[in-house]
């Protein structure tokens, strides 16, 4: 995926939208995503998208916990 | 090997579950089914090409239109990476695969042909359309099994088939031919509009419209 909207992200983890926007922001500051605002027409739309930082430091982290299980 | 939780989370698989979503609004199957309702129309002229040609150009922004307004605030917008953005990807590789299966679809209507008719008569060609186009069918078929990883999607391909075969071995007078191609056509798209109508009623009612925060709080 390119990335996907805050409305995307709320019906899959069911955070309030502050929860979610906390998140976010802790996400942004690690580098592993980006937040961007952009326009769709006339509405402003925020969408988040996952930087290759991101991708890496997720395939660590599935590595590290299978490791954890497998002890 | 411990089976983790963890196994599941993948970011392809996740990719795939997530275009299968965009799939549930039904919209897709209305506007195949539309298609196929006029696809016998270029069996008339030639010249209704230009039906197509309108319809291509202005179905995505007509489709983008109603999602914008009922599937986009009951599921969010996923933008997906464009195939050709893809590692892997070669333009070449895809005109491969689908001459591939054209050809192949040939061949398999004329082996059935000669099987059924117990000759090879191109002027029967008319009457095997229904199961060589059912047999391209596949090809959106593989493409949307491909892209969601639900087998189901073969369900497209294996109903066009068998209903085409059906109706290529149906006898009907020369004279009534174009008559029953179009009924071939007609009949697959109306059962996709009709699956097309379900699925959206049914998405309509799973999936709240989720406000933004912007609106809740004013």
């Known amino acids: ?71 | 090997m411990v089976e983790t939780k963890n196994d599941k989370i993948d970011l392809k698989k996740i990719e795939q579950q997530t275009f299968h979503e965009f799939m549930i609004d039904g919209i897709t199957e209305i506007l195949l089914g539309i298609l196929l309702i006029f696809l016998p129309v270029l069996f008339i002229h030639v010249s209704f090409i230009s039906f197509y040609i309108f319809f291509i150009l202005f179905a995505q922004p007509i489709v983008e239109f109603i999602r914008e307004r009922t599937t986009y605030p009951r599921l969010g917008r996923v933008e997906f990476k464009r195939e050709e953005d893809k590692e892997g990807y070669s333009v070449k590789k895809s005109l491969l695969i689908l001459l591939l299966l054209f050809l192949g679809s040939i061949v398999i209507t004329f082996s059935m042909m000669i099987i059924v008719e117990g000759e090879f008569d191109l002027s029967l060609i008319y009457k095997w359309i229904p199961f060589l186009f059912g047999l391209i069918m596949f090809g959106p078929s593989l493409f949307l099994v491909g892209k969601t990883s639900q087998q189901r999607y073969y369900f497209l391909g294996a109903f066009s088939t068998i209903l085409g075969f059906l109706f290529s071995i149906l006898d009907f007078p020369d004279e009534m031919i174009g008559i029953y191609l179009y009924l071939y056509f007609f009949t697959l798209g109306v059962l996709a509009i009709i699956l097309g109508v379900i699925r959206y009623v049914r998405f309509v009612r799973t999936y709240p419209v989720i406000h933004m925060e912007e609106e809740e709080e004013s």
């Open chain 1, 1 to 71: 995926m390119e990335n996907a909207d805050l409305i995307f992200f709320k019906r899959k983890t069911n955070l309030s939208w502050g929860n979610l926007s906390s998140h976010a922001s802790k996400l942004e500051n690690a580098g592993y995503i980006k937040i961007e605002k952009i326009f769709r027409g006339k509405k402003p739309v925020t969408v988040l998208k996952i930087t290759e930082q991101g991708r890496k430091a997720f395939d660590k982290y599935k590595e590290i916990i299978m490791n954890v299980f497998q002890v």
